[in-house]
T-cell receptor
Framework: AQSVTQLGSHVSVSEGALVLLRCNYSSSVPPYLFWYVQYPNQGLQLLLK??????LVKGINGFEAEFKKSETSFHLTKPSAHMSDAAEYFC?????????????FGTGTRLTIIP | DAGVTQSPTHLIKTRGQQVTLRCSPK?????VSWYQQALGQGPQFIFQ???????QRGNFPDRFSGHQFPNYSSELNVNALLLGDSALYLC?????????????FGPGTRLTVT
């Protein structure tokens, strides 16, 4: 079984400040991990993914995440927040077995940027 | 290159009715997954289709069924609609390629059951 916990359903940061969105996972096998962003009334867009290569993963729009096995975490960061970063962010886990590509999502974190 | 497309965008149905949602995958993709996203929640996996067969299923009742066509497009059918079926239904496509592991999502179909 696999699961994801996102700490903080709402996060507010000032424009230009550090963005930190937390994600912890549970998986019986080495996982693949993903961060998706969802803007209002839209589908999900992949920000970045970890698939057992480098533990520090860089994604689009200046976001990055670090896989820490010892902490079972995959937190998302961005050094300087922009107003356009305001959205809902979802962490997801997948188990890379044959035919098992289903994504298990967390409940999401709504990011608000304060001007 | 067209991404994942879904139709219709919005749909309003009455309890007990049946609904069909449609999805066209990203060009070159052969696998389609369906997710249900209730308001304020993360997406929940419904099922996945590959080679026109249901390969994997989440914890959803048999009222939820699907189909994949030879051109890889897919339909999601829900029978005997309940108020709790109101949600955003997301289709995601991917390539059966062990090196990829990326699912591309469509904009979703917003289903309201009254």
């Amino acid at each position: 079984a696999q699961s994801v916990t996102q700490l903080g359903s709402h996060v507010s940061v000032s424009e230009g400040a550090l963005v930190l969105l937390r994600c912890n996972y549970s998986s019986s096998v080495p996982p693949y991990l993903f961060w998706y962003v969802q803007y209002p009334n839209q589908g999900l867009q992949l920000l970045l993914k970890y698939t057992s290569a480098a533990t520090l993963v860089k994604g689009i729009n200046g976001f990055e995440a670090e896989f820490k096995k010892s902490e079972t975490s995959f937190h998302l960061t961005k050094p300087s927040a922009h107003m356009s970063d305001a959205a809902e962010y979802f962490c997801a886990v997948s188990q890379p077995n044959f035919g098992n590509e289903k994504l298990t999502f967390g409940t999401g974190t709504r990011l608000t940027i304060i001007p | 290159d067209a991404g994942v497309t879904q139709s219709p965008t919005h749909l309003i149905k009455t309890r007990g009715q049946q609904v069909t949602l449609r999805c066209s995958p990203k060009s070159g993709h052969d696998t389609v997954s369906w997710y249900q996203q209730a308001l304020g929640q993360g997406p929940q996996f419904i099922f996945q289709y590959y080679e026109e067969e249901e390969r994997q299923r989440g914890n959803f009742p048999d009222r939820f069924s699907g189909h994949q066509f030879p051109n890889y497009s897919s339909e999601l059918n829900v029978n005997a609609l309940l108020l709790g079926d109101s949600a955003l239904y997301l289709c995601a496509s991917s390539l059966e390629d062990r090196a990829s592991y990326e699912q591309y999502f469509g904009p979703g179909t917003r289903l309201t059951v009254t």
